[in-house]
C-alpha cells in the first residue's frame, strides 16, 4: 500500500475467514459480543455511563441508556482494522466507548482525506442509517478500540419514542455539516500551511500546549496535500518559532500566529 492510498485488504484479522469474526458480520468489523455474554473488561453498566456522555443519548436516563446497551452489541478493532468501509451499506451506527477512529473518504485511484477523528466517547456511522443509504466514508480504528453497535431499528425505535434524541441527534448532524462546510473552505481558501496551521490547532491537548500524536502521512491525509509539502510546511513553521517537533507530537510555542495562519 502506497503512502496516502488506501486498498481493501484481505490480510488475517481483518477480511480472513479466521479472523474471530462472526459468520454473520459483514467483512473487516472486528470480533463482535453481545454485552449481556460479558466478555472484555467493559461491563454493561460502565457502557451505559459513557453512552450518556455523547449526542443523542445524553438525555436518557440511566434505565433508558442500559436498555439500549442490552439491544445492542459490543464491537472490538484493532488498530488499523476497518470497522466499515465507504460504500458499504449503512446498517448500524456506531458509539466509540474505548479508543479512537478515524473516518476517510477515498477516491476511485485510491488517494484519501481523513475528514475527522474521533476520540472516546463519540458517535459516528448515523448518516447512512438515517437514510438507509451507502456509507459516504471509510472507518479504521487509530488504536485499539470497543464500540457499542447500536442498529438502525433499534435507533428509529429511539427517535420515536424520545423527542430528546430526536433532537440531539439533529443537533449532531447540524454539526456535521458545519465541520464538512468548514474544511471545504480551509481546502478552497487556505494555503497548505494555512490548513497544517489549523489541524495542529484542532488536534491539540486539552491543555492546548501540544498536540497528540501522529505521522506525518496522517497529517497529509488530513489537510489533503503531499507528505513531502506538508513536511516543508512543518519545517517553516518550526523555524518562525511557532511550533516545536517533540517525537511525533508538536508543542504549539505560538497559537495566536498559528491562528492567524489558518485564517482565524
Not at 459513557?50 to 449526542?55: I, P, T, Y
Amino acid at each position: 500500500m502506497q503512502a496516502g492510498k488506501v486498498e481493501r485488504s484481505a490480510s488475517p484479522g481483518v477480511n480472513a475467514p479466521d479472523s474471530g469474526i462472526y459468520p454473520s458480520d459483514p467483512p473487516g468489523l472486528g470480533r463482535a459480543h453481545p454485552f449481556r455474554s460479558g466478555g472484555e473488561d467493559l461491563d454493561a453498566s460502565t457502557a451505559a455511563l459513557l453512552l450518556g456522555r455523547v449526542e443523542p443519548f445524553r438525555g436518557l436516563d440511566e434505565r433508558a441508556r442500559l436498555t439500549v446497551v442490552e439491544h445492542a452489541g459490543r464491537r472490538v478493532v484493532d488498530k488499523g482494522q476497518m470497522v466499515f468501509w465507504q460504500d458499504d451499506p449503512g446498517e448500524a451506527m456506531f458509539v466509540l466507548l474505548e479508543g479512537s477512529v478515524k473516518l476517510v473518504v477515498c477516491s476511485r485511484d485510491g488517494e484519501l482525506i481523513e475528514l475527522h477523528r474521533h476520540d472516546a466517547p463519540a458517535i459516528f456511522g448515523e448518516l447512512a442509517l438515517l437514510d438507509a443509504g451507502p456509507r459516504s466514508a471509510s472507518a479504521e480504528a487509530v488504536e485499539r478500540s470497543t464500540l457499542l453497535v447500536v442498529t438502525r431499528p433499534e435507533l428509529l425505535r429511539l427517535l420515536r419514542s424520545d423527542e430528546q434524541v430526536a433532537e440531539a441527534l439533529l443537533r449532531t448532524l447540524g454539526a456535521m455539516v458545519r465541520r464538512t462546510t468548514r474544511q471545504i473552505s480551509d481546502l478552497a481558501f487556505l494555503s497548505l500551511q494555512g490548513r497544517v496551521a489549523a489541524k495542529l490547532l484542532d488536534l491539540a491537548e486539552p491543555d492546548g500546549s501540544r498536540t497528540r500524536r501522529f505521522t506525518q502521512v496522517e497529517l497529509a491525509t488530513m489537510v489533503g496535500g503531499a507528505r513531502q509539502t506538508v513536511n516543508q510546511a512543518l519545517r517553516s513553521l518550526e523555524s518562525r518559532g511557532y511550533i516545536r517537533s517533540a517525537g511525533r507530537a508538536f508543542e504549539l510555542l505560538d497559537r495566536e500566529q498559528l491562528r492567524r495562519l489558518a485564517g482565524g
